[in-house]
């Protein structure tokens, strides 16, 4: 039993250090590198690596479907920011991921109705609606929550470049019980599936996984580049998950925020309108 054990460990570790060649031979952001070489015994890079056999089950199957070679890949999960900050540049470490677009301004939670309309490619700037989350308690009217000077397009992290923005952490959905993929899973009946080109990835688990129960988004777009170098597709991700606040103590530079590009006031949601739906 020892012996199995050792033999193993010892596959176990082979199996990390080839894949951490692996990563850091095909990585192009300078600074990503520096993580992983600085990082290729860390739990996160157990996170990276668990994240990569996820993605690529995904990919291969899509491989089989009528695709083009370029698609929209959305990557469905519960999310929060946290007060840490990375370069923007960080979610595009390589060439097979040509964007990754970010749809509720800072600090804000999104529904199961936005994440459906990024699914299929309904949603457009301007059905955005806004609301607050504490409606028994909060002062302000709902659309007073919507922020003063609000783009008319979605957060571009490739034209964000090397500008800083918050760390992005996810966690799965659970269903059957979870609320909103449960909601998305009825939009879905309803109103049809997301069609060719899109591809739509939410991140449900294995029951016996756990590693993975909470990861920063950069860890998803590096895996996910990775496994795209080696299918046919070149990919825009479109991350439909919350961006709400759960750092305690320290603030977030709203104003930074603000400029980067928009941060609402503390539980604000963002829906969609009806016209969405038309």
């Not at 894949?19 to 990585?27: H, P």
């Not at 890079?45 to 929209?72: A, P, R, Y």
């Not at 993975?212 to 170098?229: D, K, M, R, Y």
Request: hydrophobic share 35%; net charge positive.
């Amino acid at each position: 039993m020892m012996l199995q054990l050792r033999k193993y460990s010892y596959m176990k570790i082979m199996r990390r250090k080839r894949f951490a060649e692996f990563v850091i031979e095909k990585c192009e952001h300078e600074a990503v590198c520096r993580w992983l070489t600085e990082n290729s015994g860390s739990d996160a890079f157990s996170q990276l690596e668990d994240m990569f056999i996820f993605l690529k089950k995904h990919i291969d199957e899509e491989e089989k479907k009528d695709h083009s070679n370029t698609v929209d890949i959305i990557f469905d999960a519960h999310g929060s920011i946290k007060e840490s900050m990375i370069p923007a540049s960080w979610l595009l470490p390589l060439s097979s991921i040509t964007d990754v677009i970010l749809y509720s301004p800072w600090n804000c939670v999104i529904t199961a109705d936005v994440a459906y309309g990024v699914a299929t490619g309904r949603i457009k700037p301007q059905h955005r609606v806004f609301y607050c989350g504490q409606t028994k308690s909060c002062q302000i009217p709902g659309e007073k929550h919507r922020p003063t000077k609000l783009p008319d397009h979605w957060n571009s992290m490739k034209k964000a470049g090397d500008k800083m923005i918050p760390n992005i952490t996810l966690s799965p959905l659970k269903p059957p019980e979870d609320g909103s993929w449960k909601r998305f899973e009825s939009l879905k009946k309803q109103y049809g599936q997301p069609g060719r080109n899109r591809i739509v990835i939410p991140f449900i688990l294995p029951e016996e996984s756990s590693s993975l129960e909470s990861v920063p988004f950069f860890i998803v777009t590096l895996a996910l580049s990775l496994v795209l170098l080696s299918s046919r597709f070149k990919a825009t991700v479109h991350l439909t998950a919350c961006l709400g606040g759960r750092s305690a103590g320290k603030k977030f530079d709203q104003e930074y925020l603000k400029q980067q590009y928009a941060c609402t006031m503390d539980n604000t949601g963002m829906q969609c309108s009806p016209d969405m739906f038309k």
